[in-house]
């Protein structure tokens, strides 16, 4: 089991993917998947189970519902961009507005990390909530800030 898990975080870095989407079809493997959750930490994460209801004639338990909520309280640390989407049918028009929301976000962050911030003129001194750490950018997101005066841009536009 330790190699599969091993192997699965090694695709996932080749293939550099920008989320992950967990479903509990049944339990599920607790410990891989949040061996892969783990590796996959600054990545977002959508978690989902199946519904064990609402189907006529069927007597389907899976404990999808156990699952998920083990898988969901052993993330540690908690993540900022989680998102739990319940317990649905992968048919339903909610789960695939979740799945549309949540390649949305995937989108935001990929294009967040690593950006150059352009920042234009300084600061105006009585503006404090306008402070930012440009340290704190560089090593959370591998961002870097950018700076140029106001008379460089207009010297640029009128070139």
Known sequence: MRSM????????????ITGLI??????????????IATA???????????????VPGSTRISDSFCGTLSISSGISPPKD???????????EKR?????SDFVGTCSIVHGFIGAR????GPRPENFETCIF???????QFK???????????ILRGSG
């Open 81 to 91: 961009s989680i998102r739990i989407a319940g317990l649905v049918f992968p048919e």
């Open 5 to 16: 898990r091993k192997t699965s975080s090694v695709f996932f870095k080749e293939k550099e």
């Open 40 to 54: 996959f930490r600054d990545k977002p994460l959508l978690l989902f189970g199946t519904r064990e209801d609402d």
């Open 117 to 120: 911030i352009g920042l234009i």
């Open 95 to 99: 789960f695939r507005k979740y799945i």
């Open 22 to 35: 967990i479903g509990t079809m049944t339990f599920g493997d607790e410990i891989s998947t949040l061996a």
């Open 143 to 153: 961002q870097r800030v950018i700076p140029t005066g106001m008379a460089d841009l």
């Open 133 to 139: 750490s440009e340290d704190a950018l560089i090593k």
